[in-house]
């Protein structure tokens, strides 16, 4: 055999073994379908989003003919929810859509959650090539929580009527005492915007700096995130930390003279919003579960997942209509992943003790 017959076997023996992979894994998606359509419907804890609730059930049942029974929670409600059925012997759930705070703070910890990456088997959900940066996102070290979403939060908003181009730059711009008692900021104790401001601004800036914006600037604290944004959006105070970006485009929708601004003295945040995937252990529907998450972790349920929640996708062949250009990560970017296991389980409960003295609570 001369070297050009040599190279020529070998490449052919790389696409059999190719092929035959694709097979295999063909085959045991069927499988999987099969034995979901044969359990019936599949129980899912998600956001409590009415758009979001009807892209994930009825997208779902569309494709596979199974029924979602889905359950709209908040952090506090699904995991208080879940521990009271566990207590009772009821085990009534399969899969855990949410933020960072329930799987990793929650359920990981309380011993609720099987392995997610064994049970992804979609060729479109294993390709790599499929996922940012060629690999599949997952939160902690033994791939039980699989993130779907990364995109750009804003920390901060302004009324562009009540504030001049410019003269609100940077954060240390907000300790000017022209804003003294002028400034919203959502309630650092509460879980999300104002939990991830807080925590930014410490790490940046140190305890001094959160003092003076938090205590000495006099802010307004608001635990309502519509409200905070209703309160700069109708002119009543010009500037808001910590906004959630659903009530913000609300408001800006309606003509509303509002905007985000991206000092540049400190890192963006990054979000993952309710992209956190997690399989439920003890389910009664195990493989309409399994089911379940590889579509909702393929193109088409992260097209009606990110589309409802006007967020990013961490697959690379999802296609935005009208997000703004600010959302997505570049490459170049300062980033602060707020949805970052070690960040979420460990650094950011530290900093808020910390941040918790300073404002006296």
């Not at 000092?263 to 003890?282: E, F, I, Q, R």
């Amino acid at each position: 055999m001369n070297r050009r017959e040599a190279i020529a076997g070998t490449l052919a023996l790389a696409v059999t073994a190719r092929t035959s992979g694709a097979s295999a894994q063909s085959d045991a998606f069927k499988a999987l379908v099969d034995a979901a359509r044969a359990e019936g419907s599949v129980a899912v804890d998600g956001p409590p989003v009415d758009t979001v609730r009807i892209a994930l059930t009825q997208g779902f049942q569309n494709t596979y003919g199974i029924p979602v029974s889905y359950i709209g929670s908040t952090n506090s409600t699904s995991g208080a929810r879940v521990r009271a059925e566990r207590s009772a012997g009821k085990y009534l759930l399969d899969v855990l859509v949410a933020g960072g705070d329930t799987p990793a703070v929650t359920y990981l910890p309380a011993g609720w959650l099987d392995r997610v990456e064994p049970v992804l088997v979609a060729p479109d959900v294993v390709d790599r090539r499929k996922w940012s940066d060629g690999h599949l996102w997952y939160m902690d070290d033994a791939h039980t929580i699989l993130r779907t979403l990364r995109y750009i939060s804003p920390e901060l908003a302004v009324n562009t009527k009540l504030v001049k181009p410019g003269e609100v730059s940077t954060w240390k711009s907000l300790l000017d005492p022209k804003w003294q008692g002028k400034i919203v900021v959502k309630d650092p104790g509460v879980a999300g915007a104002g939990t991830s401001a807080i925590a930014l601004l410490y790490t940046q800036f140190g305890p001094d700096f959160v003092k003076a914006l938090y205590v000495d600037q006099k802010p307004v604290i608001s635990r309502d995130g519509r409200q905070a944004a209703q309160f700069v959006a109708q002119g009543a105070f010009p500037i808001l930390v910590g906004p959630e970006a659903a009530f913000i485009d609300q408001f800006t929708a309606q003509g509303y003279p509002l905007q985000y601004v991206f000092p540049p003295d400190a890192p963006t945040t990054l979000s993952a919003g309710y992209g956190m995937l997690s399989l439920v252990n003890k389910a009664p529907h195990p493989n309409a579960a399994k089911l379940y998450i590889n579509w909702l972790a393929g193109p088409d349920g992260q097209k009606r997942f990110a589309e409802t929640l006007r967020a990013v996708s961490l697959r690379t062949d999802v296609q935005y209509d009208d997000l703004p250009a600010w959302m997505f990560p570049r490459k170049d970017g300062r980033y602060l992943d707020t949805y970052d296991y070690k960040f979420v389980t460990d650094v950011r409960d530290k900093i808020m003790g910390k941040a918790r003295a300073l404002l006296g609570e």
